[in-house]
């Protein structure tokens, strides 16, 4: 188990260093990111996966069937010898909508189950220290199964949604979904078929994976445009929530857009969340990884936390986040991380003052508070580019560094072999720097 990763005044970004393990949990993406909080008071959300024991009854697409009473359409009432039938209401044009678009892609949403071998499993609502929690049920500690000769056996320990977006059989989901190696990950499908899975790719900066079934023409999602979205369209979320019910809708609005908060686990992780969709769609734990639809049915986001406590408030990653990834996965089979080579805290007005510097905005190159801590990193791009101590990135290929829009997001989406153009604060002076990006070595 990772150690908690907590906010700090000073981290890094390099291609050597321990440091680096801060990315997989997002704080620093690919870069030795600082993270400083803005004066906005972070969110604490749990991640929205549904981790269960072997006392929860069915596989995340056995979901129960509903009592005869709720399936039927119309209602009827003795009155003696008459029988009374409620007249059937008209589905509004737009309810139709959604409902043939649900009929449309449903079958390309998949149930994650995670299967692992354990002597002792612990589930419960276990709090965090962030006053938020996984779905855990930790009031008692479960053995495993054993065999004849003692030895445990596979058990179910959790489950999460995805979706297929090739009909070549590659599945998106969430990399705190499928990041144990020492799990097992199995896909069903809509219609019950079920595939072992194979991870291919976890994002380091990102809360994405990328994972491979065999077999073709599956049904497949067309990836939206989240760049175009606006805060009150209409939203709808497909997973498989508390592990139990596969396929559910729910349907909403977008409630905020470029939204930054902090997710707290069971165990003291944080993860931070930058850019992100809210929405009053309701997200249940177990759709984490499953997709959020605009009405035309195409994949605008990708649902990943919900705030425990408080109703209708869950968040989604945009889906523009994930393209390269997907695409750099299906054509090399594994994904590449760019970097540039520094370490470096985020401007504000607030840390502006603190370091007694003009600039609010921008990446403030540091070093850190070991002698190995250094500002740039020898032989990386940024050193190639003469970059140094206390040189201020303000932009990066005409993007503005902020609080919102951070240097670890903005070269996340580059490529490895992309020449980028930055504008740098250097002694009093703003000039422009080019660099040919490359990879971040493990």
């Not at 592990?243 to 069971?266: D, H, P, Q, Y």
């Amino acid at each position: 188990m990772e150690q908690p990763l907590i906010p700090s005044p000073a981290s890094t970004e390099s291609s050597s260093t321990p440091s680096e393990t801060l990315g997989r949990k997002g704080l620093a993406s690919n870069q030795y990111h600082s993270y400083h909080p803005s004066a906005r008071t972070p969110w604490v959300l749990i991640v929205a996966v549904s981790l269960i024991a072997g006392l929860v009854g069915g596989l995340a697409s056995r979901g129960g069937a509903l009592p005869q009473w709720l399936n039927q359409s119309a209602t009827k009432e003795d009155q003696g010898d008459k029988e009374r039938v409620a007249p059937l209401v008209a589905v509004a044009p737009e309810d139709e909508k959604i409902v043939s678009m649900v009929e449309q892609n449903a079958p390309a949403v998949v149930s994650m189950v995670i299967t692992k071998d354990v002597s002792q499993y612990r589930s419960n609502f276990f709090r965090s220290p962030f006053g938020f929690s996984f779905p855990f049920f930790d009031d008692q500690t479960l053995p495993a199964p054993r065999g004849e000769n003692g030895q445990t056996q596979k058990q179910q320990v959790g489950s999460g949604s995805g979706f297929l977006v090739s009909r070549d059989g590659y599945i998106v989901t969430n990399k705190h979904v499928v990041s144990d190696s020492a799990a097992e990950y199995t896909v069903i499908l809509n219609n019950e078929e079920e595939y072992p899975a194979t991870v291919l790719a976890l994002a380091p900066n990102i809360d994405i994976a990328v994972l491979k079934i065999e077999g073709n023409n599956f049904p497949a999602l067309t990836l939206g445009d989240s760049d175009t979205l606006r805060v009150g369209q209409t939203v709808i979320a497909i997973g498989n929530p508390l592990g139990e019910f596969a396929n559910s809708v729910s349907r909403g609005i977008i409630s905020g857009l470029k939204r930054s908060v902090t997710a707290g686990s069971n165990f003291g992780e944080a993860e931070t969340l930058n850019n992100i969709i809210q929405t009053d769609a309701a997200i249940n734990p177990g759709n984490s990884g499953g997709p959020l639809f605009d009405i035309e049915g195409r994949v605008i986001g990708i649902n990943v936390a919900v705030a425990q406590g408080a109703e209708n408030i869950g968040f989604a990653l945009p889906v523009n986040s994930i393209k390269r990834v997907v695409d750099e996965v299906k054509t090399t089979g594994k994904l590449t991380t760019p970097y540039i080579g520094v370490r470096y805290i985020i401007l504000d007005k607030e840390v502006a003052q603190q370091y007694g510097i003009d600039v609010d905005s921008g990446a403030l190159i540091l070093r850190g508070d070991r002698m190995t801590d250094l500002a740039v990193i020898p032989g990386s791009p940024a050193d190639k580019a003469g970059l140094v101590e206390n040189d201020i990135i303000l932009e990066i290929d005409g993007k503005k560094i902020d609080t919102e829009n951070t240097l670890g997001d903005i070269i996340a989406e580059k490529r490895v072999g992309d020449e980028v153009v930055l504008k740098v604060w250097h002694k009093g002076e703003t000039k422009e720097v080019r660099m040919r990006l490359e990879e971040r070595k493990s």
